[in-house]
Protein backbone atom coordinates (compact mmCIF):
# COMPACT_ATOMS: atom_id res chain seq x y z
CA UNK A 1 0.00 0.00 0.00
CA UNK A 2 1.42 3.31 -1.01
CA UNK A 3 -1.06 5.16 1.88
CA UNK A 4 -1.51 8.75 0.79
CA UNK A 5 -0.14 10.14 -1.96
CA UNK A 6 0.46 13.93 -2.47
CA UNK A 7 1.63 15.60 -5.90
CA UNK A 8 3.36 18.08 -6.48
CA UNK A 9 6.04 17.95 -3.56
CA UNK A 10 7.13 21.75 -3.78
CA UNK A 11 5.44 24.18 -6.39
CA UNK A 12 6.41 28.02 -6.77
CA UNK A 13 3.14 30.54 -7.99
CA UNK A 14 3.15 33.81 -9.00
CA UNK A 15 0.17 36.09 -7.19
CA UNK A 16 -2.81 35.66 -8.73
CA UNK A 17 -2.44 32.34 -10.27
CA UNK A 18 -4.20 28.76 -9.53
CA UNK A 19 -3.04 25.12 -8.97
CA UNK A 20 -4.94 22.05 -7.63
CA UNK A 21 -2.86 20.12 -5.12
CA UNK A 22 -3.40 16.42 -6.05
CA UNK A 23 -4.17 14.12 -3.39
CA UNK A 24 -4.58 10.05 -3.28
CA UNK A 25 -5.12 7.33 -0.69
CA UNK A 26 -5.58 3.47 -1.43
CA UNK A 27 -6.64 2.85 2.22
CA UNK A 28 -10.44 2.88 0.99
CA UNK A 29 -10.77 5.77 3.49
CA UNK A 30 -14.06 6.88 3.85
CA UNK A 31 -12.59 10.37 5.57
CA UNK A 32 -10.36 12.76 3.91
CA UNK A 33 -8.74 16.30 4.91
CA UNK A 34 -7.15 18.94 4.06
CA UNK A 35 -4.67 21.27 6.52
CA UNK A 36 -2.42 23.34 6.01
CA UNK A 37 0.66 23.95 8.22
CA UNK A 38 2.32 27.41 9.51
CA UNK A 39 5.44 27.90 11.23
CA UNK A 40 4.23 28.21 14.99
CA UNK A 41 0.69 27.82 14.30
CA UNK A 42 0.44 23.72 14.30
CA UNK A 43 -2.09 22.36 11.55
CA UNK A 44 -5.06 23.76 10.41
CA UNK A 45 -7.92 21.81 8.84
CA UNK A 46 -9.12 23.59 5.70
CA UNK A 47 -11.75 21.11 4.06
CA UNK A 48 -12.48 17.32 5.15
CA UNK A 49 -14.90 15.20 3.58
CA UNK A 50 -16.97 12.50 4.95
CA UNK A 51 -17.39 10.51 1.77
CA UNK A 52 -17.22 10.70 -2.15
CA UNK A 53 -19.73 13.41 -3.27
CA UNK A 54 -19.78 14.87 0.71
CA UNK A 55 -17.41 17.62 1.91
CA UNK A 56 -17.28 20.19 4.69
CA UNK A 57 -15.73 23.44 5.59
CA UNK A 58 -13.01 22.71 8.15
CA UNK A 59 -11.55 26.47 10.53
CA UNK A 60 -9.54 28.31 7.36
CA UNK A 61 -11.67 27.77 4.33
CA UNK A 62 -11.10 30.84 2.47
CA UNK A 63 -9.81 30.78 -0.68
CA UNK A 64 -9.82 27.01 -1.28
CA UNK A 65 -12.27 24.59 -2.94
CA UNK A 66 -12.74 20.80 -3.17
CA UNK A 67 -14.34 17.72 -4.29
CA UNK A 68 -14.69 14.51 -3.73
CA UNK A 69 -16.05 12.59 -6.65
CA UNK A 70 -14.33 9.08 -5.58
CA UNK A 71 -13.61 7.70 -2.43
CA UNK A 72 -9.76 7.87 -3.54
CA UNK A 73 -9.21 10.98 -4.77
CA UNK A 74 -9.84 14.82 -2.70
CA UNK A 75 -7.71 17.28 -4.97
CA UNK A 76 -7.44 21.14 -3.62
CA UNK A 77 -7.85 24.12 -5.42
CA UNK A 78 -6.35 27.43 -4.73
CA UNK A 79 -8.00 30.33 -6.97
CA UNK A 80 -6.04 33.83 -7.81
CA UNK A 81 -3.01 32.40 -5.19
CA UNK A 82 -2.10 34.98 -2.59
CA UNK A 83 1.20 34.88 -0.86
CA UNK A 84 -1.20 34.27 2.33
CA UNK A 85 -1.31 30.76 0.99
CA UNK A 86 2.45 30.12 1.20
CA UNK A 87 1.81 26.82 3.76
CA UNK A 88 3.01 23.81 3.73
CA UNK A 89 -0.23 21.01 2.74
CA UNK A 90 -0.91 17.71 4.38
CA UNK A 91 -3.58 15.55 3.12
CA UNK A 92 -4.86 12.69 5.34
CA UNK A 93 -7.63 10.47 5.63
CA UNK A 94 -8.93 8.05 8.22
CA UNK A 95 -11.79 5.29 8.40
CA UNK A 96 -14.34 6.13 10.84
CA UNK A 97 -17.09 3.59 11.67
CA UNK A 98 -19.49 5.97 12.85
CA UNK A 99 -20.60 9.05 14.71
CA UNK A 100 -18.42 8.98 17.93
CA UNK A 101 -15.79 7.13 16.34
CA UNK A 102 -12.64 8.62 16.06
CA UNK A 103 -9.87 7.22 14.05
CA UNK A 104 -6.25 7.85 13.72
CA UNK A 105 -5.28 10.10 10.93
CA UNK A 106 -2.91 9.02 8.30
CA UNK A 107 -0.93 11.96 6.03
CA UNK A 108 0.89 12.42 3.19
CA UNK A 109 3.98 13.81 2.53
CA UNK A 110 2.89 17.46 2.02
CA UNK A 111 3.03 19.85 -0.29
CA UNK A 112 5.33 22.73 0.18
CA UNK A 113 3.72 25.57 -2.06
CA UNK A 114 5.41 29.18 -1.93
CA UNK A 115 3.44 32.37 -3.90
CA UNK A 116 5.55 35.29 -4.38
CA UNK B 1 -8.63 31.03 18.36
CA UNK B 2 -6.05 28.30 19.52
CA UNK B 3 -8.49 25.04 20.62
CA UNK B 4 -5.29 23.30 22.03
CA UNK B 5 -2.05 25.19 23.84
CA UNK B 6 0.79 23.37 23.74
CA UNK B 7 4.27 24.30 25.56
CA UNK B 8 6.70 24.55 25.45
CA UNK B 9 7.36 25.80 22.04
CA UNK B 10 11.12 23.74 21.94
CA UNK B 11 12.72 21.76 24.46
CA UNK B 12 16.24 20.48 24.18
CA UNK B 13 17.29 17.28 26.39
CA UNK B 14 20.31 15.11 27.32
CA UNK B 15 20.21 11.11 26.00
CA UNK B 16 18.47 8.87 28.65
CA UNK B 17 16.66 12.25 29.92
CA UNK B 18 12.66 13.16 30.41
CA UNK B 19 10.71 14.93 28.04
CA UNK B 20 7.69 16.49 29.39
CA UNK B 21 5.29 18.12 26.73
CA UNK B 22 2.00 20.04 28.26
CA UNK B 23 -1.31 20.61 26.57
CA UNK B 24 -4.48 22.59 27.62
CA UNK B 25 -7.93 22.55 26.47
CA UNK B 26 -10.67 24.42 27.28
CA UNK B 27 -13.85 22.63 25.67
CA UNK B 28 -15.26 19.40 27.41
CA UNK B 29 -16.88 17.97 24.78
CA UNK B 30 -13.31 16.72 23.46
CA UNK B 31 -13.30 13.14 23.91
CA UNK B 32 -10.43 11.55 22.11
CA UNK B 33 -6.53 13.05 22.51
CA UNK B 34 -3.90 11.96 20.16
CA UNK B 35 -0.20 12.75 20.26
CA UNK B 36 1.72 12.87 16.78
CA UNK B 37 5.20 13.02 15.65
CA UNK B 38 6.49 14.62 12.71
CA UNK B 39 10.12 14.34 11.20
CA UNK B 40 11.31 16.80 9.17
CA UNK B 41 10.03 16.69 5.69
CA UNK B 42 7.58 13.93 6.41
CA UNK B 43 3.69 14.25 7.44
CA UNK B 44 2.79 13.56 11.09
CA UNK B 45 2.00 10.22 12.11
CA UNK B 46 0.19 9.43 15.33
CA UNK B 47 2.31 8.18 18.35
CA UNK B 48 0.00 8.12 21.17
CA UNK B 49 -3.62 8.71 22.11
CA UNK B 50 -5.93 8.38 24.93
CA UNK B 51 -9.63 9.00 25.86
CA UNK B 52 -10.65 10.89 29.35
CA UNK B 53 -11.76 7.22 31.00
CA UNK B 54 -8.21 6.67 31.82
CA UNK B 55 -5.79 9.11 33.31
CA UNK B 56 -2.51 7.30 31.98
CA UNK B 57 -1.47 5.17 29.06
CA UNK B 58 1.68 3.96 28.46
CA UNK B 59 3.48 2.61 25.20
CA UNK B 60 6.92 1.42 25.51
CA UNK B 61 9.39 4.99 26.54
CA UNK B 62 5.93 6.93 25.80
CA UNK B 63 3.10 7.95 28.08
CA UNK B 64 0.36 9.67 28.20
CA UNK B 65 -1.03 11.45 31.52
CA UNK B 66 -4.01 13.06 31.44
CA UNK B 67 -6.34 15.26 34.17
CA UNK B 68 -9.82 15.90 33.09
CA UNK B 69 -10.64 18.35 36.04
CA UNK B 70 -7.48 20.45 34.79
CA UNK B 71 -8.46 19.88 31.36
CA UNK B 72 -4.75 19.28 30.72
CA UNK B 73 -2.62 16.26 28.78
CA UNK B 74 0.76 16.03 28.49
CA UNK B 75 3.18 13.35 26.88
CA UNK B 76 6.46 12.01 29.01
CA UNK B 77 9.55 10.81 26.90
CA UNK B 78 11.10 8.31 29.18
CA UNK B 79 15.20 8.02 28.78
CA UNK B 80 14.81 10.12 25.50
CA UNK B 81 17.16 9.36 22.63
CA UNK B 82 18.36 10.91 19.75
CA UNK B 83 16.23 9.35 17.12
CA UNK B 84 13.34 11.18 18.87
CA UNK B 85 14.36 14.68 17.90
CA UNK B 86 11.16 15.57 15.86
CA UNK B 87 7.77 17.61 16.21
CA UNK B 88 5.17 16.63 18.40
CA UNK B 89 1.82 17.47 18.05
CA UNK B 90 -1.04 17.20 20.86
CA UNK B 91 -4.70 17.10 19.31
CA UNK B 92 -8.01 17.15 20.27
CA UNK B 93 -11.25 15.98 19.18
CA UNK B 94 -15.15 15.11 19.50
CA UNK B 95 -17.97 12.97 18.14
CA UNK B 96 -19.92 13.60 15.77
CA UNK B 97 -17.63 16.33 14.26
CA UNK B 98 -17.13 14.82 10.86
CA UNK B 99 -13.79 13.94 12.92
CA UNK B 100 -12.12 16.52 12.86
CA UNK B 101 -8.93 17.00 14.97
CA UNK B 102 -7.73 20.12 16.13
CA UNK B 103 -4.20 20.72 16.82
CA UNK B 104 -1.77 22.51 19.66
CA UNK B 105 1.18 24.49 17.60
CA UNK B 106 3.86 22.05 18.03
CA UNK B 107 6.83 21.32 20.33
CA UNK B 108 10.42 21.00 18.70
CA UNK B 109 12.43 18.24 20.56
CA UNK B 110 15.94 18.00 20.44
CA UNK B 111 18.12 15.48 22.06
CA UNK B 112 21.38 15.72 22.80
CA UNK B 113 23.91 12.47 22.50
Known amino acids: NAGVTQTPKFRILKIGQSMTLQCTQD?????MYWYRQDPGMGLKLIYY???????DKGEVPNGYNVSRSTTEDFPLRLELAAPSQTSVYFC???????????????FGSGTQLSVL | QQQVKQSPQSLIVQKGGISIINCAYE??????FPWYQQFPGKGPALLIA?????SEKKEGRFTISFNKSAKQFSLHIMDSQPGDSATYFC????????????FGTGTSLTVIP
Open chain 2, 27 to 32: NTAFDY
Open chain 1, 49 to 55: SVGAGIT
Open chain 2, 50 to 54: IRPDV
Open chain 1, 92 to 106: ASSYATGVGTNEKLF
Open chain 1, 27 to 31: MNHNY
Open chain 2, 91 to 102: AASMRGTGNQFY
